[in-house]
């Protein structure tokens, strides 16, 4: 599987793995995959996607090795003072030549069972040394440097670290007669097979029946013993396949006077994006039809009111967007505008309660998206404290995290983002341990 570990300062870091390599102790190797494994890292901050399933000996392992091709550069977001404007840096640094990734296993993994799973995680900070992001020349030198970690595959997975793949967004390719088993391909590069069964849950479509080629998935799985992908749940936000292109990234400028917004992706698919520059794309949103993921079941139990509309939107929210537009234009129009989860990186501030749920008050650093954008000039900001996100945690959220939460600590928190009158909320998915800023 590919992961994440990573602060909010890049929005964009993609890398083509070509091949993984175990070693053991006196030596031996076992070649793990050997075909290109192509997978976007920033999106997969802790989470994490399936890449490759095979068989390998038992054995225990102690060393590890990489190749890999970089797709692009490292991406990253800022607003420029001295521009007075927003800038999108595809150029912060260049990889350091010859290519040798680095690859760390905190300890020997041992194979063994019937089925288990690798993560390889980019560690993003460790990968990059320091940057400017307004800076257009970047000397940053980027040499990629992985975790590399087992996970035990547990028959009821409930979170990325026994199993669950949350978040997958693909196109479907096939479908079997029943629909109970199709193929996707993701947009940053992997192809999975999918079955569905009884605890499947649909959103945007009835069934398993209604699953056809072409069709955008949101989807969550659960990872066999043996690799199969079991879908736990598969959501449709627009069921036309008619000229159909999908993308998903932060929102980077809103302006509802014009009825557009600006967005830079971390994925995208589809006719109108083949052959066009990486972005950032100007939308038209005047006809589209805003909506929220049902990643998270818990919506209506939050004490606000989780709202996603076209005047309540803030720059740095993560959307996935779909359009049926035949040309690119000025403004292309988007047909319908998801908010989707997201990670945020920082401090707590401090720790309370509401409604059930334990709120915990997290400042972010001055670089993440909320912050940076809301000092872009034009209309004033919707965001009364763009620095703070009150985070709503409760027993539905997965606690990955090592040390108990408190004042002062440093996490990352996976959920919904909704701008609530000014303030900014999460409804928490998932908390893991923080990336230092």
Same mark, same amino acid.
């Given at each position: ?66 190749? =890999? ?48 799973? *690798? ?109 199969? =992908? ?30 557009? =917004? ?57 959307? =996935? ?89 440093? *996490? ?26």
């Amino acid at each position: 599987m590919a992961s994440g570990t990573a602060n909010n300062q890049l929005s964009q870091f993609r890398l083509a793995v070509t091949s993984l390599t175990l070693a053991n102790k006196s030596g031996k190797t076992v070649t793990v995959f050997s075909t290109p494994e192509s997978a976007e890292f920033t999106h997969l901050n802790s989470t994490m996607e399936p890449l490759y399933a095979t068989e390998i000996p038992q054995d225990v392992y102690t060393s590890a090795t990489v190749t =890999l091709e970089p797709s692009g550069y490292p991406e990253c977001v800022g607003f420029d003072p001295a521009e007075n404007d927003l800038l999108i840096n595809g150029s912060i640094g260049s990889y350091a030549y010859p290519l040798t990734p680095v690859v760390n296993l905190p300890a020997p993994i041992a194979v063994a069972g019937a089925g288990m799973g *690798l993560a390889l995680n980019l560690q993003v900070s460790e990968s990059i040394s320091s940057f400017n992001c307004t800076s257009v020349a970047g000397s940053a030198s980027i040499t990629p440097t992985f975790n590399l970690t087992p996970i035990t595959i547990v028959a009821q997975p409930t979170n990325s670290s026994n199993g669950i793949a949350t978040g997958l967004r693909g196109l479907i390719d096939t479908v079997t007669a029943n629909g109970t088993n199709f193929s996707v391909t993701a947009a940053d590069g992997p192809s999975w097979q999918v079955n569905t069964g009884a605890g499947t849950e649909f959103q945007g479509i009835s069934g398993a029946s209604q699953i056809a080629a072409g069709l955008p998935v949101d989807m969550d799985v659960a990872i066999q013993q043996d690799g199969a =992908l079991l879908a736990t749940r598969v959501a449709v936000y627009d069921t036309n396949t008619a000229n159909l292109s999908v993308i998903s990234g932060p929102l980077l400028e809103v302006s509802p006077s014009v009825t557009a =917004l600006l967005t830079i992706f971390d994925q995208n698919q589809g006719p109108l994006f083949s052959g066009l520059p990486e972005g950032p794309y100007n939308f038209n949103f005047s006809n589209a039809a805003f909506q929220t993921s049902d990643q998270l079941a818990n919506l209506q139990t939050l004490p606000f009111t989780p709202s996603f509309t076209a005047s309540n939107m803030v720059p740095g929210q993560a959307v =996935l967007l779909t359009t049926h537009a035949t040309a690119f234009s000025a403004y292309i129009p988007a047909t319908t505008v998801t908010l989707v989860p997201q990670t945020v990186n920082g401090t707590v501030a401090a720790i309370s309660a509401s409604g059930g749920f334990t709120t915990y008050s997290v400042t972010l650093a001055a670089y993440d998206l909320f912050p940076d954008l809301a000092l872009q000039p034009g209309p004033p900001s919707l965001l009364k404290n763009p620095n703070t996100v009150v985070v709503y945690v409760d027993s539905n959220t997965q606690l990955l995290n090592s040390d108990p939460v408190a004042v002062g600590s440093l *996490l990352r928190f996976n959920g919904l983002v909704f701008n609530d009158n000014g303030t900014l909320r999460m409804d928490c998915a998932q908390i893991s341990d923080g990336v230092t800023e």
